[in-house]
């Protein structure tokens, strides 16, 4: 049974490019949640998507955007990015409407904006 | 805004010390709550979560938390610790009846065990 997979694990960007990030659910599961970590801080949420819409978002700029598709994984895009993205990002995938359950997260993608 | 608070950033213990790390949260609906460890290059994990019922729950490797609603916490104990349990551990509140819903995290807690 794999877990979440996220790709790649780590990326060097310059500041104002753009990047996007990947990330596979656990089977089964059908919610896909993004997470920023900065280095010594606890994750922050972004959003959450289900049914292939942004369904919950936290507290973070318009630069961040995402999808999900058909088969559940998700995209996580950041646009001209600053040198305060730089963080460790987390997917989390679980499955919406059954009580219970968890979130279960991925390794993470580790990017630096230089 | 609901906010989750750890009490201790950096603890630092020595093997069979006894271990109690604190989270506060300040929501006051229903809550779902969590305790995750992140090991040293490893991804999040969780330790323990508490949904409903029994206000004291056991999770893995020997880690326990209780659940006071009246003071807002869920404070996680373990008896005595290994050298193997240094890691950072962060506490993690959901809103509402779907435990999948958006996860608020505490700043996280440091643990070294000294051998």
């Known amino acids: 049974d794999a877990g979440v997979t996220q790709s790649p694990t780590h990326l060097i960007k310059t500041r104002g490019q753009q990047v996007t990030l990947r990330c596979s659910p656990k089977?089964?599961?059908?919610?896909v949640s993004w997470y920023q970590q900065a280095l010594g801080q606890g994750p922050q949420f972004i959003f959450q998507?289900?049914?292939?819409?942004?369904?919950q978002r936290g507290n973070f700029p318009d630069r961040f955007s995402g999808h999900q598709f058909p088969n559940y994984s998700s995209e996580l895009n950041v646009n001209a990015l600053l040198l305060g993205d730089s963080a460790l990002y987390l997917c989390?995938?679980?499955?919406?409407?059954?009580?219970?359950?968890?979130?279960?997260f991925g390794q993470g993608t580790r990017l630096t904006v230089v | 805004a609901q906010s989750v608070s750890q009490h201790n950033h950096h603890v630092i213990l020595s093997e069979a010390a006894s271990l109690e790390l604190g989270c506060n949260y300040s929501?006051?609906?229903?809550?779902?709550l969590f305790w995750y460890v992140q090991y040293p290059g490893q991804h999040l994990q969780l330790l323990l979560k508490?949904?409903?019922?029994?206000?004291l729950v056991k999770g893995i490797k020997g880690f326990e938390a209780e659940f006071i609603k009246s003071k807002f916490s869920f404070n996680l104990r373990k008896p005595s610790v290994q050298w193997s349990d240094t890691a950072e551990y962060f506490c993690?509140?959901?809103?509402?009846?779907?435990?999948?819903?958006?996860?608020?995290f505490g700043g996280g807690t440091r643990l070294m065990v000294k051998p």
């Open positions: 989390a995938s679980s499955l919406v409407g059954r009580e219970n359950t968890e979130a279960f």
């Open positions: 089977s089964g599961h059908d919610t």
């Open positions: 998507y289900y049914e292939e819409e942004e369904r």
């Open positions: 929501y006051g609906g229903t809550v779902n």
């Open positions: 508490y949904f409903s019922g029994d206000p």
């Open positions: 993690a509140v959901s809103r509402g009846n779907n435990a999948g819903n958006m996860l608020t």
